[in-house]
Nanobody
Framework: QVQLVESGGGLVQPGGSLRLSCAASGSIISIRTMGWYRQAPGKERDLVAAITSGSSTDYADSVKGRFTISRDNAKNTVYLQMNSLRPDDTAVYYC???????????????WGQGTAVTVSS
């Protein structure tokens, strides 16, 4: 069994910062792309940022210059540093990863349980 566990969400004032973490665990052989998505109330889940195993990154236009995605391959962990937060960044943030699972030798797309980020004064 494999899973992604997120941490780091919470309440922050506009202009503040938060750092989200997501650790993959279980019978993992390899991890390809890892990413962060977010879903605000009444809206679809959208990509925020993604990072490949070679550390190439992609960002939604709305977060470019404010958010930074990074990963620690030794720890199977991806991070999202969020600066200059705005009220419209309020959402549940989900971690996503493509995992090669031991035993099955198949690539599996896995989601975390989500962590809430609220930006409000």
């Amino acid at each position: 069994q494999v899973q992604l566990v997120e941490s780091g969400g919470g309440l922050v004032q506009p202009g503040g910062s938060l750092r989200l973490s997501c650790a993959a665990s279980g019978s993992i052989i390899s991890i390809r792309t890892m990413g962060w998505y977010r879903q605000a109330p009444g809206k679809e889940r959208d990509l925020v940022a993604a990072i490949t195993s070679g550390s190439s990154t992609d960002y939604a236009d709305s977060v470019k210059g404010r958010f930074t995605i990074s990963r620690d391959n030794a720890k199977n962990t991806v991070y999202l540093q969020m600066n200059s937060l705005r009220p419209d960044d309020t959402a549940v943030y989900y971690c996503n990863a493509d995992l090669l699972v031991r035993g099955t030798y198949r690539w599996l797309e896995v989601w975390g349980q989500g962590t809430a980020v609220t930006v409000s004064s």
